[in-house]
């Protein structure tokens, strides 16, 4: 097994941007003891504050996003950062090379049940023309990304990562502190029996999707000719690791539940980063109108249709919005 370092190196990783992801993970290890201790620590339960998306924060989601920034702010690498807990980007070192957009602990919600949660990040290079307090540093599509990631915090802390060379998995060696790399180029089976969807928004879904996810119930009796089964962990990281280790389709459609707000997950540190990993790892990433990481961000907290996952079983579910 190949530590970190070496394994990005065999991959060509610039060193700098080796040097960040270090710094990234050097958090994540931190959130994880933080995440074991949680019920010890006094970390259980909600603040009384919400953060910009109007969501009531969990104590563990405060201190997961000031461990991010402060270690990232501090490292010297980052001109600007972007979370879900920060109104607007934050400024870090004016001739930083890189911003960083990141869900310090995504599925919070299933912190009281201990169940899976994680942390998302994406790293784009900095506009050397734009100040590093512009939110405009992170108007830059997917594609442009040079790296992305989840850490999953499980009974193993695992980390998910792709630099545009494969997706690869590495695991937390607690023996030494590091990750070491226990698969490399994961690949998304092309076809599969499994979906994940939010069924209690069924009501709320558009047309297509409705007719869709009714064909999948319906099994080898209906027009798909075999059974499906649904997972849900109501954590995008797990269910899009799921979806990693042995294929399957992750969507959150667009709903009429709340007209303002159609779309529930952010492009910029949920839908592109994953978007990502699932195409490095042969699976295809997309909206019902097009490639999620060809979109060009209007705003930071920008929120976005999901489909993703196996690349036949995505098509399908594409042909019924034709």
């Not at 690498?77 to 090379?97: C, N, W, Y």
């Amino acid at each position: 097994m190949q530590r970190l370092a070496p394994a990005l190196r065999d991959d060509e990783v610039p060193l700098d941007l080796i040097s960040l992801i270090k710094t990234i993970l050097a958090a994540t290890k931190e959130i994880s003891f933080r995440v074991s201790q949680a019920h010890l620590g006094g970390l259980m339960g909600s603040t009384l504050d919400e953060n910009i998306q109007g969501e009531i924060q969990k104590k563990l989601d405060v201190v997961a996003n000031e461990l991010f920034k402060d270690i990232l702010l501090e490292s010297g690498f980052v001109k600007a950062i972007s979370s879900e807990e920060e109104d607007t980007s934050v400024a870090g070192e004016e001739h930083g090379k890189f911003i960083v957009s990141f869900d310090p602990l995504d599925g919070s919600s299933n912190i009281e049940i201990n169940s899976l949660i994680g942390t998302i990040f994406s790293i784009h290079y900095a506009d050397p023309d734009l100040a590093a307090n512009d939110p405009d540093q992170f108007k830059q599509a997917g594609t442009k990304q040079c790296c992305a990631g989840y850490v999953l915090y499980g009974p193993s802390t695992m980390l998910v990562m792709t630099t545009g060379k494969g997706t690869h998995l590495y695991v937390l060696d607690r023996t030494h502190g590091g990750y070491l790399l226990v698969e490399r180029n994961m690949q998304i089976p092309q076809d599969t029996q499994e979906f994940a969807i939010n069924m209690s928004n069924q009501r709320h879904w558009q047309a297509p999707m409705q007719q869709y996810i009714a064909d999948l119930l319906k099994g080898e009796e209906g027009p798909r000719g075999k059974n499906f089964n649904m997972r849900w962990i109501a954590a995008m990281v797990g269910d899009i690791h799921r979806l990693l280790c042995r294929g399957g389709i992750f969507t959150y459609p667009t709903d009429n539940k709340n007209p303002d707000k159609p779309y529930k997950l952010r492009l910029m540190y949920e839908a592109n980063p994953m978007a990502f990993l699932v195409e490095q790892a042969g699976g295809l990433a997309v909206t019902s109108e097009g490639r999620i990481m060809d979109i060009d961000p209007t705003d930071i907290h920008q929120r976005v249709e999901v489909i993703m996952g196996s690349k036949n079983e995505v098509e399908q579910c594409l042909s019924y919005y034709k």
